[in-house]
Structures are given as C-alpha cells and as structure tokens.
C-alpha cells in the first residue's frame, strides 16, 4: 500500500494533468481496492492499482497453526470459491506428504469444484454488466443461479459460502444420494440460464460498443505477466491447468477450453458464458460416473499430520486463474513456509497496460472483467 | 505435453549456456521430489535468461514468487582437547577434556520462482536465489526485466521479508502501509504490543527505502 500521490509532474505541453483516487469505496472495485489514476482530459495516462487494506498476514496464520487448521482460513482467501481454495490447499499437502485421495471423493471434488466455477462466472458477468450501466436486471438474473448453487453447498456442507468442505486425503462429509440427484435436477435449467443471458446480450449494440476494443491485452503480455484464468484464454493461450497438469480426475472429461481473439473486455466476458457451458458438460459427466465408495482416507491422520521435510507446490484452475499453494514443511506439524499464488493479484499486474490511453469509464470496465476478489488480492 | 529433463540435465545446461554461472542442485525430501536450482546471484538474470529463452526449456511463464527466511543456525558438537593443566602437584600435566564447540551457520533469506512453459506445457522448474546474510534489507537481483509476472510479488517479497531486488523497476511496500519499518513474515518478527488499530509507524527505523 503505497502513495505517491504527492510527486505531481505535469507533462509539459500536453496539458493538464488530474490526479484521480478511485476508491477504496468506489461501488466498481468489488471491495476495498484503490487506484491512482492520472487523466489527462478524460484519457488515462498513468494508473498504479493500490491495495493491502485488507492484509492479515494470512501466510503468517497459517505457518502458526498446524495443517489442518489452514482449511477454514483458505475459505476466506477468494470468499466467492471456498471450495476450490479447499481443493488447492488440500493438493499441495497431499503432494507434500504422499497421501492418496479416494475415487468418490475425486469426483465430488470435481463436482463441487465446477458448481463453484459456474456460481463464480455467473455472478462475474452479473456484476460486469452492472460496471457498465445495467443497473440491476442482469444481475439479478445470474444471482437467481448463483442462489441456487449456494442452497446445493449449504445443505452439503452446511455453509452457503464458507464451505471448509474437503480435507487432505479426502472430503470432510459424504454427499448423499439425495443431494447428487439435487445436482442433476438442477443441470437441466443451467444452459437454458445461458441461452438467455446470451440471447439478451451477446449482440447487444451497447455491450459491444462498450467492451470490443476496450481493454486489450496482448498475448506476448499475457504469457510474460503469469495472467492465468479466463483472462488469458480470452487473450488467444491454449492454458487450462486442469488440461495441462490434470490434477485430480479431469483426464477423464471431455471437455473443451474455449479461446479468445482480440483479448479484449468482450473476449473475456464471452470467455465466462463458454466455459459455463463446458462446466455444465463436465458436471452431466461426473455425475453420471461417480462411483460408491470411502471419501477419505483412513491412514491420514488429519490432526497432527507431520510430513517430511521438504517442499510441494500444489496448483488447480481456480475460477480466476491458477490457484497455487507452495508449502515448505521441516518436519513438523506446522508448515514452514506456506505461500498462496494468488490469480486475482497477480492478473491485476497488467491493469495499467490495458487501461493506458483509455477513457477512464472503460478502467472500470476493463477492472470488472480482470474478476478480482480482494479477500486474496490482499490475503 | 513434453516431458522436462531431470534437473541435473538443467543445471548441466545453465552451466554450459551461461558462462561463470555458479548452480547448486537443492535436494527436496518430500514426495513431490521437486528437486530446485540454485543460482548464484551473479548470473542469476542471465541463467533466467537462459531459461526462458532455451528452445527446448521454453520456460516463459513464471507462475509464483516467494521469500523464505532461515534463520541463523548453531549447532554444537562435543570434542575431546589436549590441554595442558596444571596438576594438584604443581606439574605441568597434559589431559584430554571435553569441551563443546558451538559452530554458526548463517541465516539467509531466499527467493523462490516457480517456472512453467505455457509454449511447451511442462513444469514446474524451481530455481532459488539466495542473499548473502539476513541484514535489515539483504540484495538478490530482479527477474522482473525476465518476466513481468515478478513484478507484484517481488514486491511483497520485499514488503514482508525485506528482500531487495536490485533492478526492479518499482519496488515499493505492496500490502503493508509506507512507513512501516518491519518485516513481518520474518521467523524473527515480533508483533508490537500496541493498539492493533493505531496505523502508526512502529518497530526499527522510520524510513523504508530500497
């Protein structure tokens, strides 16, 4: 959290230069995030993103606890996607100490995983509409789904957001077979939820007259700034850690990545409509494959799991991008050195990049599409 | 999908890309048998360099930067000295006796990157930089002009533990406020018994600067 706001230097000849604080309050930053825009007429011409007002040292908690008890604090990282910072976490310390993690439990993590994705996008586009003017009526709409998916983790996990659901080794609770037919009565009214954003929107003039262009990011940019996620599929890069690294059971779906063009808001809006419905496909799949069976390990021993010394770096496709755990153990029941690769900070690197030159209307456009959470900006 | 060569094969590869270019083989115990690279911090940017620009490494996605701290180390091993005494009968006499010495290993603070190939779908490659000594702002060089992905998180690195990269071309304190004076993720850091809400400047000097 730093400020120069201080060292003005007009530059000469170009007029004058304004010095805008966006935030931390502003209604467009999805939380307490700041950023020193310098504008010159309405044009962008310098911005430093400013954060850390939600900082706890969340990395210092977790080295003081023991292992287990890292799990519920993981929730509150990305408090949109408790469920797949549980699944990161949970890798890393399975890769760290060898433990093996059972078929049911794979595939309830998968579908726990990919009902987050869809809750994720779903209130993304929701909210970037809203940025851009739509008051009210979109989001609505994509929050009647989300809605939907939070009731199906409540009655799973008892928690609608923090879920604190998965273990090492496996999965705290079982789901019983009334909740997984729960899921599938609720697939069909997933794609007919998209039909309709997109029908509404897709070739909506002053949606795309507000995103094509605005925004872009480059590919060479992209690889060389570690943008993950949507956000640089949108840029054209073949990238999906569950297709690269194929963490769990996700060698077993068939799925596509879908992959943008230009790079630009409207890419990377679309990018979240696509992979809906590739996580609806996904979901059809693994319910209908999932198996009976233990969800947890027994040789685990979840308090006081003491692993070997030595390092792991655990990592999944988080809804925003990959989600990666870097634990250090030197033997002991604590960690340590636990790190959080956090996507939404790490994705805001380039937020000057693309908003140079720019009108600073579309700043929060372009700053709506990145999908930042700052509960993990600023961990 | 192309498989990556071991990490001897990489160390083999630095040493013969990068001329002086000093590489240690980091052995990793656990499970995941991450093996790491240490790179001296010399050619450190160019062994980056390397790495990224390999036709075969392809190494252009730097995905996570941390710092770590190892605190100063003692340990202490019992050894039997021939010392000279004087005995009870006023004679020189020569006798063993135990005595402990106490050996200090150095702390350092050291800077992780976790490396992937986006072009090549491979990874991860770790290498590691190490600082000299654990002083109150301890020098490694910047890879930021190798991958833009540091650029945030070297800060913080430098926020939380006061590791300084020569060559960033912005490195300011990211999460904590200015005026801060600590380093907070430091094994040794010691939270100051103040009121928690007061955001004044607390701990060893007023003035942080690179």
């Given at each position: 959290m730093s400020n120069d706001l201080l060292e003005v230097d007009p530059i000469a000849g170009q007029g004058e230069i304004m010095e805008v604080s966006m935030g931390p309050h502003h209604p467009s930053t999805h939380g307490v995030f700041r950023m020193d825009v310098r504008l010159e007429g309405e044009k962008v011409v310098?911005?430093?993103?400013?954060?850390?007002?939600?900082?706890?040292?969340?990395?210092?908690?977790?080295?003081?606890?023991?292992?287990?008890?890292?799990?519920?604090?993981?929730?509150?990282?990305?408090?949109?996607?408790?469920?797949?910072?549980?699944?990161?976490?949970?890798?890393?310390v399975e890769k760290l100490a060898g433990i093996t993690v059972p078929e049911r439990a794979e595939y309830i993590r998968v579908i726990v995983a990919e009902l987050t994705r869809f809750q994720n996008h779903a209130g993304l586009v929701g909210f970037l509409l809203q940025d851009m003017?739509?008051?009210?009526?979109?989001?609505?709409?994509?929050?009647?789904?989300?809605?939907k998916v939070l009731d199906l983790f409540e009655s799973l996990s008892g928690a609608r957001m923090m879920c604190n659901y998965m273990r090492f080794g496996g999965l705290r609770v079982d789901a019983?077979?009334?909740?997984?037919?729960?899921?599938?009565?609720?697939?069909?009214?997933?794609?007919?939820?998209?039909?309709?954003?997109?029908?509404?929107?897709?070739?909506?003039?002053?949606?795309?007259?507000?995103?094509?262009?605005?925004?872009?990011?480059?590919?060479?940019?992209?690889?060389?700034?570690?943008?993950?996620?949507?956000?640089?599929?949108?840029?054209?890069?073949?990238?999906?850690?569950?297709?690269?690294d194929k963490y769990g059971i996700y060698d077993r779906f068939d799925f596509r990545v879908p992959l943008g063009d230009h790079g630009d808001v409207?890419?990377?809006?679309?990018?979240?409509?696509?992979?809906?419905?590739?996580?609806?496909?996904?979901?059809?799949?693994?319910?209908?494959?999932?198996?009976?069976?233990?969800?947890?390990?027994?040789?685990?021993?979840?308090?006081?799991?003491?692993?070997?010394?030595?390092?792991?770096?655990?990592?999944?496709?988080?809804?925003?991008?990959?989600?990666?755990?870097?634990?250090?153990?030197?033997?002991t029941t604590n960690p340590?050195?636990?790190?959080?690769?956090?996507?939404?900070?790490?994705?805001l690197t380039i937020l000057e990049d693309m908003c140079l030159g720019q009108n600073i209307a579309d700043v929060v456009v372009t700053l709506g599409s990145v999908d930042i959470v700052l509960g993990e900006v600023d961990r | 999908m192309s498989t990556l060569p071991p990490v001897e094969d990489i160390k083999a590869q630095i040493e013969a890309g990068v001329p002086g270019a000093v590489v240690t083989v980091v052995q990793n115990g656990s499970p995941s048998a991450q093996h790491s690279l240490l790179l001296g911090r010399e050619h450190a940017r160019d062994a980056a360099l390397f790495l990224r620009d390999h036709a075969e490494l392809r190494l252009d996605f730097c995905s996570l930067v941390t710092g770590v701290d190892w605190l100063d180390t003692e340990t202490s091993e019992k050894v039997k000295v021939k010392k000279?005494?004087?005995?009870?009968?006023?004679?020189?006499?020569?006798?063993?006796?135990?005595?402990t010495r106490k050996t200090k290993i150095p702390g350092y603070l050291e800077a992780v990157y976790h490396l992937f190939s986006m072009e090549k779908k491979h990874g991860p490659v770790v290498i590691r930089v190490r600082t000299a000594?654990?002083?109150?702002?301890?020098?490694?060089?910047?890879?930021?002009?190798?991958?833009?992905?540091?650029?945030?998180?070297?800060?913080?690195?430098?926020?939380?533990?006061?590791i300084v990269f020569d060559g960033h071309p912005d490195l300011r304190r990211i999460l904590m406020w200015d005026g801060f004076a600590d380093f907070p993720m430091r094994k040794d850091y010691v939270p100051p018994d103040d009121d928690a809400l007061a955001t004044v400047p607390h701990g060893k000097s007023p003035e942080v600067q690179a």
């Open positions: 310098r911005l430093k993103p400013v954060f850390g007002y939600l900082h706890r040292n969340h990395e210092k908690i977790a080295e003081h606890g023991a292992y287990l008890a890292a799990i519920p604090y993981t929730d509150r990282l990305d408090y949109l996607c408790s469920m797949t910072n549980n699944w990161g976490y949970c890798l890393a003017g739509a008051s009210g009526t979109p989001l609505m709409y994509a929050f009647r789904e989300r809605e019983t077979a009334a909740w997984l037919d729960e899921v599938r009565r609720l697939l069909p009214a997933l794609p007919r939820f998209l039909d309709e954003f997109e029908n509404l929107l897709r070739a909506n003039e002053i949606l795309m007259a507000r995103t094509q262009g605005t925004g872009r990011l480059s590919r060479e940019l992209a690889v060389s700034a570690g943008v993950t996620g949507p956000m640089l599929r949108a840029s054209g890069v073949n990238y999906d850690v569950r297709k690269v409207y890419d990377r809006y679309m990018m979240r409509i696509l992979e809906m419905r590739e996580t609806v496909k996904i979901l059809e799949q693994a319910l209908r494959g999932i198996p009976e069976g233990p969800i947890m390990d027994p040789k685990v021993r979840l308090r006081g799991l003491r692993p070997k010394a030595g390092e792991a770096y655990g990592r999944i496709e988080s809804p925003k991008g990959e989600l990666g755990f870097f634990l250090i153990s030197d033997g340590y050195r636990y790190r959080v690769r956090p996507p939404s900070m790490i994705n | 000279v005494v004087e005995g009870p009968d006023g004679t020189q006499q020569e006798t063993e006796v135990e005595e000594n654990r002083a109150d702002y301890a020098h490694v060089p910047s890879l930021t002009p190798v991958w833009r992905s540091c650029e945030f998180q070297e800060r913080e690195a430098f926020d939380l533990y006061g």
